[in-house]
């Protein structure tokens, strides 16, 4: 029987294997590049440009806390028991009832400590009835 060949290869144009083409790839994913090669010099823009522009696309939710717009002096004491005693400037409490000042001073709070709870609130008076400081005792949840 007579058999007839034909060949695929185009005249004049390269010939690339695909086993140069995985070995480049493998060669890459293990950096496995000499410094100051053009190769480790693509690696680390890719690398450069992965850091800088990732963050236009990608949402890392990474957002800043919300301060307390206060500037409050907060003083921190342990109380003995397993939880804390906080002093906090009553110029940083606008509410008057119970519930608003205990909302507003765990604003303050949980942002130094936190995810806590209050278990008890006493406010300190000067001689004129004024609150100057709310004295707070909190458990950690």
């Known amino acids: ?7 695929t290869q185009v005249t004049g144009a390269p010939v690339v294997r695909m086993n ?12 496995s590049y000499e410094r100051g090669t053009i190769q480790y010099d693509i690696m680390v823009t890719l690398i450069l440009l992965f850091v800088f522009l990732s963050p236009l ?3 890392f939710n990474d957002k800043p806390v ?3 717009p206060h500037q409050t002096e907060v003083v921190v004491a ?12 009553a110029s940083a409490v606008l509410g008057h009832e119970d519930a608003q000042v205990r909302a507003e ?3 303050i ?22 609150v100057l400081t709310y004295k707070v005792w909190v458990q950690r949840e």
């Open 1 to 7: 029987m007579d058999r007839v060949e034909t060949a």
């Open 20 to 31: 140069a083409i995985f070995r480049t790839i493998r060669d890459f994913v293990l950096w």
């Open 57 to 59: 696309w990608i949402n």
């Open 66 to 68: 919300q301060h307390n």
């Open 78 to 89: 342990p109380d003995g028991q397993g939880g804390f005693i906080y002093k906090v400037d």
């Open 105 to 107: 001073l765990l604003q």
């Open 109 to 130: 709070i949980e942002p130094l400590s936190g995810e806590v709870s209050i278990t008890k609130v006493e406010p300190i008076r000067d001689r004129s009835g004024r």
